[in-house]
């Protein structure tokens, strides 16, 4: 069965400084994997998706994920935190187009 | 370009009513999926609908029902509601078959769903 952990349900910075969001994977196949966030009292946007076209995945404002096979991970990263980054990040995995959702991580920007 | 969009924004209802949320998805796609978000919770799985046909279903019970019109839109129905339907309701559209789109789902805004 695929699933998704994300392994801090919250996470805070500073602005300007680095962002990581964990996530860990499980697959019997090589996965479809997504990042989407979420911020308060709004819907769903993606950030970024793993096509198998390569590793390193750049998504919209300035983030960017890496998968790692032998480490079953997807972790989201941003060099620079800013205070619209404040938000809940969800891991996704897709399974027949169904989509499969972590529990979430609250990321909080402190200035 | 128009997104995919939902209504009522906001509904209350009381326990052992029914409720129907509508969902229109983005322009070009032709599948609508339907997800329950629980406060503070990650989205889950209702049920996928594509050709007016339901193609798959998360697990929830049969009070959970839903419709697929000719113009892709869709419907979805909750009877006798119980306090736990208490949720945000998403819709997401994509487009099936699309080699490459990896299922890439687009979501609407959402209706929350207040059962008291």
């Known amino acids: 069965a695929q699933s998704v952990t994300q392994l801090d349900s919250h996470v805070s910075v500073s602005e300007g400084t680095p962002v990581l969001l964990r996530c860990n994977y499980s697959s019997s196949y090589s996965p479809s994997l997504f990042w989407y966030v979420q911020h308060p009292n709004k819907g769903l946007q993606l950030l970024l998706k793993y096509t198998s076209a390569a590793t390193l995945v750049k998504g919209i404002n300035g983030f960017e994920a890496e998968f790692k096979k032998s480490e079953t991970s997807f972790h989201l990263t941003k060099p620079s935190a800013h205070m619209s980054d404040a938000a809940e990040y969800f891991c996704v995995v897709s399974r027949r187009g169904k989509l499969i959702f972590g529990q979430g991580t609250e990321l909080s920007v402190k200035p | 370009d128009a997104g995919v969009t939902q209504s009522p924004t906001h509904l209350i209802k009381t326990r052992g009513q029914q409720v129907t949320l509508r969902c229109s998805p983005k322009s070009g796609h032709d599948t609508v999926s339907w997800y329950q978000q629980a406060l503070g919770q990650g989205p889950q799985f209702i049920f996928q609908?594509?050709?007016?046909?339901?193609?798959q279903r998360g697990n929830f019970p049969d009070r959970f029902s839903g419709h697929q019109f000719p113009n892709y839109s869709s419907e979805l129905n909750v009877n006798a509601l119980l306090l736990g339907d208490s949720a945000l309701y998403l819709c997401?559209?994509?487009?099936?078959?699309?080699?490459?789109?990896?299922?890439?789902?687009?979501f609407g805004p959402g209706t929350r769903l207040t059962v008291t």
């Open positions: 609908y594509y050709e007016e046909e339901e193609r």
């Open positions: 997401a559209s994509s487009l099936m078959g699309q080699v490459g789109a990896y299922y890439e789902q687009y």
